[in-house]
């Protein structure tokens, strides 16, 4: 893993995954690794939001701990970048000013794609200007266990008529794995082990995260 946007530099494509990461687990690596099988992209950025405008009101790790365990996850994924751009950003985070604030520090030699899973790309019409956001950045929607893939390449075909953008649709390995089961077992008690980093389940454990 490297770390900081200016890892990014010199890339001709790279994605972006972005993500609330509470906390981070193998389907989140899973998606990063089919975009890097799939696509000509050269890295794929994690991207810890700061304060998630869709999650207000529940119950947050702080982003320096969220960040941390993206960290542990990543190590030894060579094609994996970490930035805690979005951790840092006071006040609400948006997609669309992270991605204006990329196109600005990258450069326009490098193109991005912003990586979603079916569930969020389903959500997108809820998104801060997200008829503006679709327009500035290309976007690859990856199959998430749970959500019907004819139904979702269906609803991404609409957008994609609706608004002239350009979405990729991308079919990858089932990984059965959500963060809010994740928080719900260690709640209840039961092991993780597998559905996350080694190293991250043992920050969980010492920082006596989700109790
Ligand atoms: P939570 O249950 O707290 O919402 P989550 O598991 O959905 O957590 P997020 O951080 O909300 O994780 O997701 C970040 C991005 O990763 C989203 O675009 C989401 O669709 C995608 N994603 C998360 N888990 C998977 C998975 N198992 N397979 C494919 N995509 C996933
Ligand atoms: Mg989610």
Same mark, same amino acid.
């Given at each position: 893993?490297e770390?900081?946007?200016?890892?990014?530099?010199?890339?001709?494509?790279?994605?972006?995954?972005?993500?609330?990461?509470?906390?981070?687990?193998?389907?989140?690596?899973?998606?990063?690794?089919?975009?890097?099988?799939?696509?000509?992209v050269?890295?794929?950025?994690?991207?810890?939001?700061?304060?998630?405008?869709?999650?207000?009101?529940?119950?947050?790790?702080?982003?320096?701990m969220?960040?941390?365990?993206?960290?542990?996850?990543?190590?030894?994924?060579d094609d994996?970048?970490?930035?805690?751009?979005?951790?840092?950003?006071?006040?609400?985070?948006?997609?669309?000013?992270? !991605?204006?604030? =990329? %196109?600005?520090?990258? &450069?326009?030699?490098? $193109?991005f794609?912003f990586v979603?899973g079916? *569930?969020?790309?389903?959500?997108?019409?809820t998104?801060?200007?997200?008829?503006?956001?679709?327009?500035?950045?290309?976007f690859?929607?990856?199959?998430?266990?749970?959500?019907?893939?004819k139904?979702?390449k269906?609803? !991404?075909?609409? =957008? %994609?008529?609706?608004? &002239?953008?350009?979405? $990729?649709t991308?079919?990858?390995?089932?990984? *059965?794995?959500?963060?809010?089961?994740?928080?719900?077992?260690?709640?209840?008690?039961?092991?993780?082990?597998?559905l996350?980093?080694?190293k991250?389940?043992?920050y969980?454990?010492e920082?006596?995260?989700?109790?």
């Amino acid at each position: 893993m490297e770390c900081g946007i200016e890892c990014l530099k010199g890339c001709k494509k790279f994605a972006v995954l972005g993500g609330t990461f509470d906390p981070i687990h193998y389907g989140h690596i899973m998606a990063g690794k089919a975009v890097m099988d799939n696509t000509d992209v050269e890295k794929v950025l994690f991207l810890p939001s700061g304060d998630p405008p869709h999650k207000q009101g529940k119950n947050i790790t702080k982003g320096a701990m969220r960040g941390k365990m993206t960290c542990l996850a990543l190590e030894g994924y060579d094609d994996f970048v970490y930035s805690s751009m979005e951790i840092e950003r006071t006040g609400r985070t948006y997609t669309i000013d992270t !991605v204006k604030e =990329l %196109k600005e520090k990258i &450069g326009k030699d490098s $193109e991005f794609y912003f990586v979603t899973g079916a *569930d969020a790309i389903l959500l997108i019409e809820t998104w801060k200007n997200y008829k503006e956001l679709l327009g500035l950045c290309n976007f690859i929607a990856v199959t998430r266990p749970g959500y019907d893939n004819k139904s979702f390449k269906g609803f !991404v075909s609409k =957008l %994609k008529k609706e608004y &002239g953008c350009a979405i $990729e649709t991308i079919e990858i390995p089932e990984v *059965d794995i959500s963060s809010s089961e994740i928080r719900q077992k260690v709640e209840d008690g039961i092991n993780i082990s597998g559905l996350v980093p080694e190293k991250v389940e043992e920050y969980i454990i010492e920082n006596g995260l989700y109790k």
